[in-house]
């Protein structure tokens, strides 16, 4: 912490954040593309996230705070579960679930993290949520840039356009339970 006072003094930042900074850091490199603000990643990196979730690539990052809770309790699994983890964090669209998720991702080892994710997301209103399986659509690659492209500029996961999609969908399904039917856009 005396270090982490230090830097901090030369820096202007306080010494919690050069120790988050330091935590963090200590990830092993292949989770530093993954944090918010963080490097670019090499093609290598990105491929051995996608190797612990495929879709990686379209989530915003990891918050520091998130990454630094990770970095504390790297010590309490393995090297591979670590970077699954934080590959896994990454979809949570606010701190507390990623924080929760990432703590019983570590607490239950031999537990499948997709299931760990899923009991997050979930929490106690299991009633309240379908589980939209992970499908893969077959688009021709200028959609799929464009959808891309569509996520980027509007700073939004993929995960929350189909979350949009669906409760639009879901509206209209009750709304005309009358007899008509979703009316689905071609």
């Known amino acids: 912490m005396a270090v982490a006072e230090k830097v901090g003094s030369q820096l202007d930042r306080d010494s919690n954040a050069v120790r988050r900074y330091v935590n963090v850091l200590s990830l092993p490199e292949v989770v530093h593309p993954l944090l918010s603000n963080g490097p670019e990643g090499t093609d290598k990196q990105w491929a051995i996230l996608k190797n612990y ?44 679930n990623a924080k929760e998720f990432i ?3 570590v607490y239950e080892e031999h537990r499948p993290l997709d299931m760990v994710q899923r009991e997050v997301l979930s929490g106690n209103n299991h009633d309240q949520y379908l589980i939209v399986p992970r499908v ?12 891309m492209d569509h ?3 509007n700073r939004i996961s993929l995960s929350e356009v ?10 209209q399904a009750s709304d005309s339970r009358s007899g008509e039917g979703v009316q689905f856009e071609s």
Not at 86 to 95: G, N, P, Y
Not at 136 to 147: G, N, R
Not at 162 to 171: D, H, N, P, R
Request: charged share 25%; proline share 3%; aromatic share 6%.
């Open 136 to 147: 893969a659509v077959k688009l021709s690659p200028e959609k799929k840039q464009a959808m």
């Open 53 to 96: 979730n495929p879709n990686v690539r379209q989530y915003s990052g990891l918050w520091w705070q998130v990454a630094d809770l990770l970095a504390t309790r790297q010590s309490k699994v393995s090297q591979d579960r670590l970077i699954a983890i934080a590959a896994h964090a990454v979809v949570f669209s606010d701190q507390t």
């Open 151 to 153: 996520c980027h500029e």
């Open 103 to 105: 703590k019983k991702a």
């Open 162 to 171: 189909v979350t949009e999609e669906i409760e639009s969908l879901a509206s």
